[in-house]
T-cell receptor, first 115, second 112 residues
Framework: GQQLNQSPQSMFIQEGEDVSMNCTSS?????WLWYKQDPGEGPVLLIALYKAGELTSNGRLTAQFGITRKDSFLNISASIPSDVGIYFC???????????????FGQGTILTVHP | NAGVTQTPKFQVLKTGQSMTLQCAQD?????MYWYRQDPGMGLRLIYYSASEGTTDKGEVPNGYNVSRLNKREFSLRLESAAPSQTSVYFC???????????FGPGTRLTVL
């Protein structure tokens, strides 16, 4: 089945550094989502993007919905130790027909922050 | 509100055994989903239920069955477990199919 190409696969950074990760697809999505997964937990939604070109912030997080609707990126500024986890992008097509709002996930970016 | 709950948290099976993973949500959501998570693969949709009384296959349905018992509960059954089904299984729910999905804490399944 189709998956999104997410990069990088892992990152090791120092506390205070900025982080950037991105997701690309060969097909169009109408919604892009970014999730974070803490160890032993389920993913939690960080940011949702609904419009091509949209730039949205949530605290130290900023995400953008690519103009072509085939990509998205997530930036984390001034990283802190609790940013550690796995970050997933996900694309969603509109509900209706056979799509039913199903999510397609990227492979994840494992983030490690050294104090 | 507990959100989405899953039982059990951990399970070890032998090849050929069967088991049912349970999921319940208390948010009055219409749609529920089952995903599996494997290293380097992200989450892949196994089955979903857009509303009570309906279920449909996702990306990787082979070897699984589901039951939408009522609006709150959505179970996943492995009839004859195989080592390839070793994974972490997540249940999720959303108000309607295109809305935000809320995930449970997962069930870690090992098939020997």
């Amino acid at each position: 089945g189709q998956q999104l190409n997410q990069s990088p696969q892992s990152m090791f950074i120092q506390e205070g550094e900025d982080v950037s990760m991105n997701c690309t697809s060969s097909s169009i999505f109408n919604t892009w989502l970014w999730y974070k997964q803490d160890p032993g937990e389920g993913p939690v939604l960080l940011i949702a993007l609904y419009k091509a070109g949209e730039l949205t912030s949530n605290g130290r997080l900023t995400a953008q919905f690519g103009i072509t609707r085939k990509d998205s990126f997530l930036n984390i500024s001034a990283s802190i130790p609790s940013d550690v986890g796995i970050y997933f992008c996900a694309g969603q097509r509109d509900a209706g027909g056979t799509s039913y709002g199903k999510l397609t996930f990227g492979q994840g970016t494992i983030l490690t922050v050294h104090p | 509100n507990a959100g989405v709950t899953q039982t059990p948290k951990f399970q070890v099976l032998k090849t050929g055994q069967s088991m049912t993973l349970q999921c319940a949500q208390d948010m009055n959501h219409n749609s529920m989903y089952w995903y599996r998570q494997d290293p380097g693969m992200g989450l892949r949709l196994i089955y979903y239920s857009a509303s009570e009384g309906t279920t449909d296959k996702g990306e990787v349905p082979n070897g699984y069955n589901v039951s939408r018992l009522n609006k709150r509960e959505f179970s996943l059954r492995l009839e004859s477990a195989a080592p390839s089904q070793t994974s972490v299984y997540f249940c999720a729910s959303s108000s309607v199919p295109q809305d935000e999905q809320f995930f449970g804490p997962g069930t870690r399944l090992t098939v020997l």
